[in-house]
């Protein structure tokens, strides 16, 4: 998959790829040797990409690298540590993911939406003439 730019995180991995790798004082070259071991053919390019977030990473691929690492996959994946989700989240991808909101202003905007009606009588988003008359007969 593409790559959708520098201000956007695509995966959650990198972070710990990039801290396995310097563990073991491989280079992202050496590591990407290991990954064509296992059958996935990787470049150095692609697993620089893959630490700075730039780039997906799937399911398949995270096998790959927890295999080269000798780590479940689950150990990929940042630790939340009884935490909730939005503050780790937060912590690793900063403000670069529009998809990244608050808890409190989703539920603000879920509540603008119940109060705004629409969502308690989806008929009143129909042509004026039927709305006027939903409106004669009290809304409903």
């Known amino acids: 998959m593409k790559a959708r730019g520098k201000d956007h995180i695509v995966n959650v991995v990198g972070p710990q790829v990039r801290r396995l790798r310097w563990n073991e004082e491989w280079t992202q070259g050496q590591l990407a040797e290991k990954l064509q071991d296992e059958g996935w053919n ?47 989240a937060s912590k690793i991808v900063g403000r670069r993911v529009k998809l990244l909101v608050t808890p409190e202003d989703i539920w603000a905007a879920k509540s603008a939406k119940l109060l705004d009606g629409r969502k308690f009588c989806p008929r009143l988003r129909t042509k004026s003439r039927a709305r006027k008359r939903i409106m004669r007969h009290g809304g409903f």
């Open 42 to 88: 990787a470049g150095r390019a692609r697993i620089a990409k893959i630490e700075a977030g730039i780039t997906w990473v799937s399911v398949l691929e995270c096998m790959f690298l927890a295999k080269a690492f000798g780590v479940t996959v689950l150990e990929l994946l940042p630790k939340l540590n009884g935490q909730p989700i939005f503050p780790v």
